[in-house]
């Protein structure tokens, strides 16, 4: 009797083979924080064109090379922010999805991975960039990476505003990758960044109050109320509206700018004033995801008046 075999096609164990290596792929590029790293970026990009002349755009490999340097060290700063706070993800609904806490990456492997991309980053920034944007750069990750994440966060409800310095370099990097220097330009859009920090992430913190509480997190609802922090919102939000027009004041910028950000200012304001006076979760998610559009459409109006004042 004649039998016959049976021939397994080569073809699934390599699909097999892809799909895992896809989806450890995925997996790495989950612990850089895209989301967050893209409006990294984007803002460094606007530093570099705002550092350039208005009747020209800086090189596009420079900006290219800059801007994906940046990327890199910004990834690797996220994977070790990851690789720190992995037990403290857990316990909350908004990051125990992440790869270290579902168990999909160790620990060891994102360390080897947050090393290899912030070396690279760093040594394209300083090999095809310039020392400067290198060094601030690495002046950025250290801020973020540990000063923040390790020191702050735990320590002090002051957490968010003492460490938006770091998340307020983004411009100056890009500025710096351009002129090779730091102008007083380059610290209107750092204090800019700075002051918008804490009112975007409180509104995040009021509506979760409790995970951080769960957390251990001495973030500034849970140590000092959901009233002081409504309060807080409202106040930083009317720095932020002062600082933003300082552009205008200095002669940095002129009317198409001045109107986006009078404008833009409002509507955070009508935001932050509603959160102090008739607060709500809804309201609160509502304010975190505008406060970023308003930071992306701010920035593109400084964009867009540096080209049309010329």
């Not at 009797?1 to 699909?15: G, N, Y």
Request: proline share 7%; net charge positive; glycine share 8%.
């Amino acid at each position: 009797m004649r039998t016959r075999s049976i021939r397994v096609s080569p073809v699934f164990p390599m699909q097999l083979a892809l799909n895992r290596t896809t989806h450890r792929l995925r997996q790495f590029f989950e612990l850089t924080k895209p989301r967050v790293v893209s409006l990294i970026v984007f803002c460094a990009v606007i530093g570099m064109f705002l550092a350039g002349p208005p009747d020209g755009v800086p090189p596009l490999g420079s900006v290219i090379t800059a801007a994906f340097g940046i990327f890199l060290v910004a990834g690797a700063a996220a994977a070790v922010n990851c690789l720190i706070e992995q037990k403290l993800d857990a316990l909350m609904a908004r990051t125990r999805s992440r790869p270290l806490p579902r168990g999909e990456l160790t620990s060891q492997q994102t360390l080897v991975f947050a090393g290899l991309l912030g070396g690279a980053g760093l040594w394209l920034l300083y090999r095809f960039v310039n020392p400067l944007t290198m060094w601030l750069t690495f002046a950025t990750f250290v801020g973020y990476a540990v000063i923040y994440t390790v020191v702050l966060k735990p320590a002090t409800p002051q957490n968010i505003v003492i460490g938006g310095a770091s998340g307020a370099m983004p411009p100056v990097l890009g500025w710096a990758a351009v002129s090779g220097e730091v102008s007083p330009d380059a610290l209107l859009l750092f204090l800019i960044i700075f002051a918008w920090t804490p009112p975007h992430f409180w509104a995040l913190a009021l509506y979760r109050t409790e995970e951080y509480a769960r957390a251990g997190l001495p973030m500034l609802p849970v140590t000092h109320g959901a009233e002081f922090t409504r309060l807080h919102v409202l106040l930083y939000t009317i720095i932020l509206f002062g600082c933003t027009l300082l552009p205008f004041a200095t002669g940095m910028s002129g009317i198409p700018y001045l109107v986006s950000a009078l404008v833009l200012g409002a509507l955070f304001l009508f935001y932050a004033v509603k959160i102090y006076t008739d607060y709500s979760h809804a309201l609160a998610r509502r304010t975190f995801r505008f406060s970023i559009e308003y930071l992306a459409l701010l920035f593109t109006a400084l964009l867009l008046d540096h080209y049309l004042a010329f």
